[in-house]
C-alpha cells in the first residue's frame, strides 16, 4: 500500500475514508495512522462515553506527532451530515464555534482521518453547556517531582473523596500526571465548580503538604510537588479525556485504572499498543461514572470557610 492509498473502514455502518493510513504517527513505535484508527476502534466503546454530547476540542498533527500540532474548535465545512456539533460561545473574543460533539464512534474515527490525536472535551454536555457534570482533579507534578509524589497526591485525595463520599474515577493523564473524574450534578455554574475544585485542592494540599501545592503562580510552587490544578474546571479550559491517545511519540493514552493499581501503574507503559488489550479485559473502568451525580454543597461550604474566591 501507498502512502497516497485509501482505505475504507466501517464504523458502525457508516464508511469513513481513510487517506495516508501508512503515515507514521508515532516514530518511536512506527505506529501510523491507520493504527491509530484501529486503535480508536478498539477502544471504541470507552472513549464515545467519555466525550459523548460534549463539545470537544481537537488536537491535530497533520503530519504525525514529530511535527506541528493544530488546536481546532471548529469543524470544517464539507463534514458529514451525520456528524454531531453543538455551537459554543466565547465571550473572550465574542465569536461562536460549532465544536464535535461525539454520538457515536463514527465521528470519532472521522476526527482521526482529519488527523486529530488528542480529543480534549468540556466538562459539561450539549444540553447546558453553562453548568459542568464533570468536576476534573487534575495532579500535575511540577518539573522535578517524581511519579511517587503524585501517587501520594492520589491516595490523599481519595481520602478527601472517600470522607465527603464521593465516588472519583482516576485515570493516567498520558504524560506524568494523574487525573481524577467525579460526576456531578449540573447545578453549578464553571465559577462555582472551579470554586470548589479549589476549596477541594486546598484540603489535599493541608493534609499532605510536601507532596501538594496550590500556588497560583508557578514559581511559588515547589519543583518537587504536585500541583492540584482546580483552573482545569474553568470554563473552556479541557483536558484529555479517558481513552484519548497524547502527542507524544510513543503513543501514550490517558488510561482508566483502578485505584488499587496507583501504586504500581507506569504511564509509559500505557500505550496505543497496550491499551486495547487491557480494554478487552477488564472493559472500561469509567463505566460506572454515570451511576451517581455528586453535590459540591459542601466543598462550597469549604471554599466559604477559607475565603476563597471563584
Known sequence: MGSDDAVEVDVGGRTVRITHPDRVYF?????TKLDLVEYYRAVGDG??????????MLHRFPDGVAGEKVHQKRVPRGAPDWLETVRVFFPRYGRTADELCVTELAQVIWAVQMSTVEFHPWNSRRADTEHPDEWRIDLDPMPRCEFATVRRAAHVAREVLDELGIVGFPKTSGGNGLHIYVRIAPRWDFGQVRRAAHAFAVEVERRAPRAV???WWRRDRDPTAVFVDYNQNARDHTLACAYSVRGSPQGTVSTPVRWDEIDDVDPRDCTIATVPGRFAELGDLHAGIEDVAHSLDTL???ADRDGLDS
Open 213 to 215: 501545592t496550590t500556588a
Open 47 to 56: 472513549v464515545v462515553r467519555a466525550l459523548y454530547e460534549r463539545p470537544c
Open 27 to 31: 516514530p518511536e513505535r512506527g505506529a
Open 300 to 302: 462550597l461550604e469549604w
